[in-house]
């Protein structure tokens, strides 16, 4: 159990600086099958070059390119057709994001979404990923 006490102390009167107690605290540990040696699996290189943030600047134009030329849709499904699907879209970009933040940052590796599919799913389901990935890449878009 951890107590927090207050107290005002130095010669600023009316500050009140804050310590903690530690009291009775027990430590949490994982059992042997839950245990993740990041090390073994892989090792991320964090090395951002400038070739890499104009990479990052030229696909932050892109996207304000591809909102701009929404008037497409703006046109053919109205102002709250276009609302409520960009709404819809961008519910499941930021959830897909958040999740890919939160696999991320528990086992930060190289690989990319199929990597955490085969991972944290099945093997089989990071190689269908993998390939679906691979088929709507490389088709023709129009």
Known sequence: MNTTN???KGPHAGTVEKYCV???SFP???GA???LDVASIDV???RLKQRHVQMIAIAGTL???LFLGSGKALSGAGPVGA???YALVGTVAY???CSIGEMTSHAPISGTFPHFAARWVDPALGFAVGWNYFYVSSSPRY
């Open 83 to 85: 609302l409520i699907a």
């Open 28 to 30: 949490v540990v994982a």
């Open 33 to 35: 099958e839950h245990r």
């Open 22 to 24: 530690e009291v009775d």
């Open 63 to 65: 996207g304000t390119g």
């Open 95 to 97: 959830a897909s994001l």
């Open 44 to 46: 991320v290189q964090r």
């Open 6 to 8: 207050y107290e005002e």
